[in-house]
């Protein structure tokens, strides 16, 4: 087989490259990436480790070029054309292909109120860099937004001495992706950080001179970003009448409605054993499904089943969780001078993990949880709860008694 494009250079497509020749494939790879870098990863954007955006690039130019990967740099994939199989560029090019790999990841949400041209967004280099650029001179910086994002960026701005103000709709920030306890430790940590809330409020109008709420109060500031999530790019998709919803749909093997073409990383919306399809926005994820998606498109048929993790670092701390916790699960919390984990069963069956503790003091324990989970152990609920209870003899036994 010849001809594979890739049409997104971020963490998704640029692992997706790599990972064709890793696996052997020796045709020709064509990156497409309309941004103006090297790829690059996005999470160290919002935890500049001395408050300075540095890039970090997932590969450098050599490493591009002596994989053989045709890496068209600042080239926007504007057409695509399933019954040719081509895809048009901004620049007038045409792209032939075998296989296509869609890894256009997410763009963020935008505000509706009057003003909405004011607030900056956060998903870039170039976002990060204007953002930063932009704080140093500020006094009081909005956050619109309370999810993981908008609490990193404001971690760091309090680290800066800045007056941070999050304005959240909903009446808890991290309601989203985070269990109740560690939304509950990080928001307390804000708190005690000095970062105002406004909870339960929508934006009315964004000024310049701050943010007009909901209920006629202002919340003034030199800087307003927004940080409301992202939805995912199907801008190619749709005009190729491929199926989508929240994200481009695709099979367990990350096919989308055209057996020619798939879809990975923040853009996918891949279908799920209980029905409907779920889309995920990590780095992991990106890179474990750009790396399945490569061996899909030449040949293998490997379903996309890795357990979901993802972490977060605001101020000391580091959340990790692994697997999808839910309300209706049977929680179990384990306390230790390295922080707190908490188990989530479902039918005794531990599903899910999660951990905040300073640094990376509980990222070997999240890592025991998930092979845990893997395993799809039944363990004893005392034993998940006892910091005395080495995790690795809880794998080790269940192991033995699976092999029994
Ligand atoms: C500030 C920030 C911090 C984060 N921190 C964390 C974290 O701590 N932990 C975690 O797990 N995850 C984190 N994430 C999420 C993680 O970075 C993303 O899930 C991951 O980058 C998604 O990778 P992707 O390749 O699927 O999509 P993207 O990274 O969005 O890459 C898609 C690329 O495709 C390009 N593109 C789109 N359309 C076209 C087109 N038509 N032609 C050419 N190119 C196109 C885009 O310009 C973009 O460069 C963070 C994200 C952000 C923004």
């Known amino acids: 087989m010849d001809d594979i494009v890739i049409v997104g250079a971020g963490e998704c497509g640029t692992r997706a490259a790599f990972a064709l020749r890793e696996t052997g494939y020796t045709g020709a ?8 870098h090297l790829p690059y990863e996005r999470p160290p954007l919002s935890k500049p480790m001395d408050g300075t955006v540095r890039m970090k690039a997932i ?61 900056l967004d956060f998903r870039t280099y170039g976002d990060a860099t204007e953002i930063f650029l932009r704080a140093a001179s500020a006094k009081s910086v909005a956050i619109i937004g309370g999810g993981l994002i908008g609490m990193e960026l404001a971690a760091v701005l309090r680290a800066k001495g800045i007056t ?35 909870l339960g409020v929508g934006v009315a109008e964004i000024t310049r001179t701050g943010v007009l709420l909901a209920d006629g109060t202002e919340v003034p500031a030199d800087l307003v970003i927004a940080a409301i999530g992202v939805t ?12 989508t919803g929240n994200g481009i749909h695709t099979d ?3 096919r989308t409605s ?27 994820n990106a890179r474990a499904q750009g790396e399945t998606a490569a061996r899909n498109m030449i040949g293998h048929t490997k379903p996309f089943d890795a357990i979901p993790w993802f972490w977060s670092d605001q101020y000391d701390l580091s959340l990790q969780v692994v697997g999808l916790p839910r309300p209706e699960h049977q929680a179990i919390v384990r306390t230790s001078p390295d922080g707190e984990l908490e188990f989530y069963l479902d039918g005794g069956r531990l599903v899910a993990a999660a951990g ?8 070997k324990d999240i890592k025991l949880a998930e092979m845990l989970v893997a395993a799809g152990v039944v363990p004893e609920p005392e034993a998940l709860a006892d910091p005395t209870v080495n995790l690795k003899a809880v794998l080790k036994s269940a192991r033995a008694e699976a092999a029994a």
């Open 164 to 198: 941070v103000t999050i304005i959240e709709a909903a009446p808890k920030p991290l309601g989203r992706a985070v269990p109740v306890r560690f939304a509950g430790s990080l928001h307390a940590t804000h708190v005690a950080q000095g970062v105002e809330f406004r």
């Open 59 to 119: 590969c450098g130019s050599d490493a591009i070029a002596s994989a053989g990967i045709d890496y068209l740099q600042g080239a926007v994939a504007a057409g695509l054309d399933p019954s040719l199989r081509t895809v048009s560029l901004n620049d007038g090019r045409t792209l032939p292909y075998q296989k296509l790999l869609l890894a256009t990841g997410a763009r963020p949400r935008r505000l509706t109120c009057t003003g909405a041209e004011y607030a």
């Open 356 to 363: 905040l503790g300073p640094g990376n003091s509980l990222a």
């Open 232 to 243: 995912a790019d199907c801008a190619l998709a749709e005009a190729a009448a491929l199926v």
């Open 29 to 36: 790879i064509t990156l497409v990436g309309a941004e103006s």
């Open 252 to 254: 367990v093997c990350l």
């Open 258 to 284: 055209d057996r020619d073409i798939f879809a990975a990383g923040d853009c996918a919306a891949v279908v799920q054993p209980g029905g409907g399809h779920v889309r995920f926005e990590s780095w992991r």
